[in-house]
């Protein structure tokens, strides 16, 4: 569907986008977005380049990328300053491999926990608060030693 110029009140810009009237206002105190002049009758009306300004957003978002990073990018989006908007990609794709590493880590870690919770018979403590009482849990990748209670 092709959207006029200036033909979306906020609350059908809002429905158009998939986010709430709020989440426009926030955008446009962020400066992410900008506020439309008040036209005939004191309403703000939104249009194509709104829309595709907050589709812009919420992708960006969607890649990780934090309201600041998303205002950098909104700057470098004429197209021509692709050198730093790919600086501003890299990072986020070193944060990503870094954060995969991390939920590695500590999924190995909760399967090993799991695996001696599940193993577990008679009075013993728990695995899992055993492992949590020790400073260097999140380090673990093995299942915590097992003690008997008592």
Known sequence: ??????????????????????????????????????LQGGIRRYGAADIRRLGFIRSAQGLGFSLEEVAQLLRLEDGSHCREASRLAEGKLQQVRQKLADLQRMEIALAAIVDACQAQTGALSCPLTESLQRSDSLDAVEAPPVRPRG
Do not use: C, H, S, W
Request: avoid cysteine; charged fraction near 20%.
């Open 1 to 38: 569907m092709e959207i006029q110029q200036d033909q979306l009140t906020i609350g059908a810009f809002a429905r158009q986008g998939g986010v709430t009237v709020e989440t426009i206002r926030f955008y446009q105190r962020k400066g992410l977005l900008p506020v439309p002049n008040r």
